[in-house]
């Protein structure tokens, strides 16, 4: 058996206007920040796909902000930042 090397994740929350030139970039959302304080998550979040459909269907999943938006308009809510996420080697 082999053993994995544990890896710590350090998440940022970045104002939605700076986090335009990071998704622009390549770099993928961990999670949307909402102003009805519902969380959504993205593509980064390392869930199983699975879990991934659940969430989706609740509207708590989105690939892009396009979508995180189109869901957050649905609701009557707005994103105001985006979550990324950078692995990094446990200690």
Do not use: N
């Not at 869930?47 to 609701?75: I, M, N, V």
Request: glycine share 8%; charged share 25%; with cysteine.
């Amino acid at each position: 058996m082999v053993a994995k090397e544990a890896k710590s994740m350090m998440t940022t929350l970045v104002d939605i206007e700076d986090a335009r030139e990071r998704l622009a970039s390549g770099e993928l959302p961990y999670a949307f920040e909402i102003s009805d304080h519902v969380t959504m998550v993205g593509p980064a979040c390392g869930f199983g796909a699975e879990y991934l459909r659940y969430l989706r269907a609740e509207g708590r999943y989105a690939e892009d902000l396009e979508e995180a938006t189109l869901q957050a308009d649905a609701r009557g809510a707005a994103i105001t930042g985006i979550w990324f996420v950078k692995q990094q080697p446990a200690p």
